[in-house]
């Protein structure tokens, strides 16, 4: 079962910043948090993953709160093919993923 | 970013054939790969591990003997829809595990649409 809850549905305006909340509050000390995105029809595009520390790259920030129970997605600025559902996962020992409902993010112009 | 291909990427096929679906890995080698299904409007669901070399692990509720899965090599992963029915009709997706030293991240395929008539 999924170890994370997201709200359903969020909207950002384009060349905003969109955070994406999610909870993972059962999340052990040694589980990975993992962002996705699928754009319809599509297989799940890796954004970021982290363990304790806050990440960055190219595409994303990540933010994990000090106890790990939760943790954000910052797309900096945001631009319509952005527009996405966005899952937060975490992983579990066997390294696998079990996916939540995610979040459908919708840029707006 | 590794890339992971699958094929095909629609299928359409009668009721009670078998129908198999091909994972590579295309430039990365992947020890473990996984299958996912996705019905419309829902999130994927995790099907199975397949290791290479060895026999798959199925989540609960998962017929292995109707979702044959074999990991043959260490860029290809293969799932086999036994006698397919309507009701099999989903978007089928596969990932392969990068190896460590690569953050050991899941890369997933663009995905399979398989409809049963």
């Known amino acids: 079962d999924a170890k994370t809850t997201q709200p359903p549905s969020m909207d950002c305006a384009e060349g905003r910043a969109a955070n994406l909340p999610c909870n993972h509050s059962?999340?052990?000390?040694?589980?990975?948090v993992y962002w996705y995105r699928q754009i319809h029809s599509q297989g799940p595009q890796y954004i970021i993953h982290?363990?304790?520390n806050n990440e960055t790259n190219e595409m994303a920030s990540l933010i994990i709160t000090e106890d790990r129970k939760s943790s954000t997605l910052i797309l900096p600025h945001a631009t319509l093919r952005d527009t996405a559902v966005y899952y937060c996962?975490?992983?579990?020992?066997?390294?696998?993923?079990?996916f939540g409902t995610g979040t459908s993010l919708t840029v707006i112009p | 970013g590794a890339v992971v291909s699958q094929h095909p990427s629609w299928v359409i096929c009668k009721s009670g054939t078998s129908v198999k679906i091909e994972c590579r890995s295309l430039?990365?080698?992947?020890?473990?790969m996984f299958w996912y299904r996705q019905f419309p409007k829902q999130s994927l669901m995790l099907m199975a591990t397949?290791?290479?070399?060895?026999?798959?692990?199925?989540e609960q509720g998962v017929e292995k003997d109707k979702f044959l899965i074999n990991h043959a090599s260490l860029t290809l992963s293969t799932l086999t829809v036994t006698s397919a029915h309507p009701e099999d009709s989903s978007f089928y997706i596969c990932?392969?595990?990068?190896?460590?030293?690569?953050?050991?991240?899941?890369?997933f395929g663009p995905g399979t649409r398989l409809l049963v008539l």
């Open positions: 990932s392969a595990r990068a190896p460590r030293g690569a953050g050991e991240t899941q890369y």
């Open positions: 059962t999340i052990s000390g040694n589980e990975y």
């Open positions: 982290g363990l304790k």
């Open positions: 996962i975490v992983r579990v020992a066997g390294n696998q993923f079990y």
């Open positions: 430039d990365f080698q992947a020890t473990t």
């Open positions: 397949s290791n290479e070399g060895s026999k798959a692990t199925y």
